[in-house]
Structures are given as C-alpha cells and as structure tokens.
C-alpha cells in the first residue's frame, strides 16, 4: 500500500514538473527578448548613446572603439569653379565656407575622424581662417596667403605647412588643371612635414556638443528640406537639399552637385550651421576682415528643421547657442556658412520646403 502511494505521489510530482517547465516555455517573455534586440540596432544606429563603443569622435560625435588621440588638420580647399569637383571633402568634419576675396569663397575642410588619401586643390590662407584653424588646435595646410596671413604664420601663430615652401615636395600640380587650382597634397606627406616640423599629431581638439538620441527625437523646428544660400555670384551659390531616407542633407553649387573628384562620392550632411558675422573689405583685391568675436545671429539645420539661434565663439570655436545654453549638433557630418551681417542672414537665406 505504501509503495502504491509512494509511486502515485511520484508520479504526480513528475506531472507538475512538466507543466510548470511548460508553462516556462509557452509563457517566456518573447516581446521582450525581441526587444532587446531592438534596442541593440536602435543604440548601433546612434553610437553616441550606445555602451559598446568605449570612444567617440570630438568632431563628429560618432562613437568609435577605435582610438581618437588624433590632432586635427584643416586644409584650405580652393573653390573656385575651375578647382570642382574637389577631392577629399567626404572625409571632412567639418567645413567652414565664406569669403576669400570680392564674391570667390573658399573652403577651410577639417579632418580628424577620417583622413583621405588626397586633398585639394589646395590654396592660399587668410588671417581668419587660420584663427579658426588654432581654435581647434590644428596644423593648418595652405597653398600661399594673403599679406595678414603670412604676418601670422611667420611669427609662428599656428603649426603650418605651407605650399610656398613645399611645392614640388609635400604638394604636388596636377597636369589635369592649371595654377592655382591644381595643388594637392597627401595626408602621408601632411604626416611626413609634421613630423619634419616637430609637430605633434597624438592629441585631439575638445569636443563639440552633441545631442543624444532621446533630445534627436524631441527635436523641434520650422520645416527646411530645401535652403538657398546667396554669396551674391551664381557661381559661388549654394544650395542645400534634404533626404529624409538618410536624413542628410546635399550640397549643390551653381545646381550642380558637390561630389568627390575621383569617384564621385557625394558630399553629406547632417549639420548645416549658417552664421552672419561682421564683413569690412581692406583692400584692392576685395580681401575681407571678418570678424568672429562678435557673436550674432545664426540658423541651425538638422534633420530637415531650421531654428534661429545665436552663434558665439568660446574658446576659438564657433558654436551654436540658445538662451546662453550651447546647443548639441546631430553626430556626424558639419557645414558651417559664414555670411556677412550687411544685408544680413535673414536676406540672403531662403529656408523652406523642397521644391518641385
């Protein structure tokens, strides 16, 4: 009777224990296992926020396991109609973009997340964006300079390699365009003048602001699919156009679109930064004083929105920002435009929609 009752009681236990390991299996949270996984495409998609990345990029806010203790190099980028398509803009940080002389712009293109093999055409230096240039510590490449300029980098303001000193050398022509605007140089050769010059290359600019995914999402702003900037030529406007699938924006000179030389590639942006600032002409040529201590007014573009803002320099760099709070840019890509405060940006921008 006993071993009848005591194999009844086994039984019943071995019973109960398929049912609740059944239970287990039909009831396992699986919402929440695919949500985790999820949340794990969610955080690659914005590395800024994600905890598998142990860096990021102080100019881009793009997260990175790679190591960042890179000194920046800006370049002077020629931008002259004959100069396009440029080589090696894709690989930029950031550019800023404004006067050189009269109603010709020029580029100054900042590397430090991606070094190209190749950029150019290189050309000559202004005084302020060589001061551009030292507010994110960078050695700073040009091919010749304007009288204030060379004042500057003969008295050493910033570590330079300057095409006047190393043409044939570090730079080389292309027999594909003419002087000016066949001057390139490498980043092995920026890397072996450096070096020639006892410049160190291992420490990185301090970061910019960026936003987090939660503040991407709450991001408010007027609709700007479709920008026009005027610097007052055809050939020196520019045009900006939003894709929402990339959620980056296309550069467009003159309607055409700026790509890499070689292959192609086009430019993409995620922060488009328009600023007026101060613009006195010292010259014959039309060479310009800007002035960027002043502060002002400034549009931001991100994610296919525009909001007015102010711009401000802190320490060297020209950021954006709202009630004296700094404003985080989107991690990525940056073009920084530079417009004189006389007629103002409101009249030289247009913002809006795309247009049919």
């Known amino acids: 009777m006993k071993r009848s009752l005591l194999l009844i009681l086994l039984a019943v236990l071995l019973l109960m224990g398929g049912c609740i390991k059944k239970v287990a299996k039909d009831e396992r949270p699986t919402d ?20 598998q990345f142990s860096n990021f990029y102080p ?42 002389e009269a109603e010709v ?25 060589i001061k551009l240039a030292k507010g994110l510590d960078c050695v700073y490449v040009c091919h010749g300079n304007s009288p204030d300029a060379k004042e500057m980098l003969d008295q050493g303001y910033i570590d330079h390699l300057n095409g006047l000193e190393y043409d044939g050398t570090l730079f080389q022509r292309s027999s594909e365009r003419k002087a000016p605007h066949n001057s390139y140089i490498s980043f092995e050769n920026i890397e072996k003048g450096a070096q020639q010059n006892s410049y160190d290359l291992t420490e ?12 991407m999402e709450l991001l408010q702003g007027e609709p ?20 929402e699938d990339s959620e980056t924006y296309s550069r467009y000179s003159n309607h055409q679109q700026t790509i890499e030389y070689i292959d192609e590639t ?39 929105k525009w909001n007015e803002v102010q711009w ?30 006389k007629p103002g940006i409101s009249r030289l921008v247009h913002l809006g929609a795309q247009e049919n």
């Open 224 to 243: 700007a699919s479709f920008v026009q900037i005027s610097y007052g030529s055809s050939s020196f406007d520019v045009e900006f156009s939003y894709d």
């Open 204 to 215: 990185k600019p301090k970061a910019f602001t960026f936003l987090k995914k939660s503040e």
């Open 105 to 129: 712009t020029r580029f100054l293109a900042v590397f430090q997340s991606e070094m190209p093999k190749e950029v150019g055409p290189v050309r000559s230096a202004r005084d302020y964006f």
């Open 32 to 51: 929440n296992s695919s949500s985790e996984i999820v949340e794990q495409d969610e955080t690659t998609q914005d590395p800024v926020d994600s905890e």
């Open 266 to 304: 086009p430019i993409k942006i995620n922060n488009i930064f328009i600023i007026e600032a101060p613009h006195k002409v010292i010259d014959s040529v039309g060479r310009r004083d800007i002035d960027f201590e002043a502060g002002g007014k400034a549009y931001l573009l991100q994610k296919g």
């Open 312 to 341: 401000e320099n802190r320490e060297g760099r020209i950021v954006p920002v709202k009630n004296g709070k700094e404003i985080g840019f989107v991690p990525g890509k940056t073009w920084v435009n530079v417009l004189p405060d």
């Open 59 to 100: 100019l881009t806010g793009m997260a990175t396991n790679d190591d960042t203790e890179h000194r920046a190099i800006a370049v002077m980028v020629n931008n002259h109609p004959k100069a396009r398509p440029q080589t090696g803009l894709s690989k930029a940080d950031i550019i800023y973009e404004m006067y050189a």
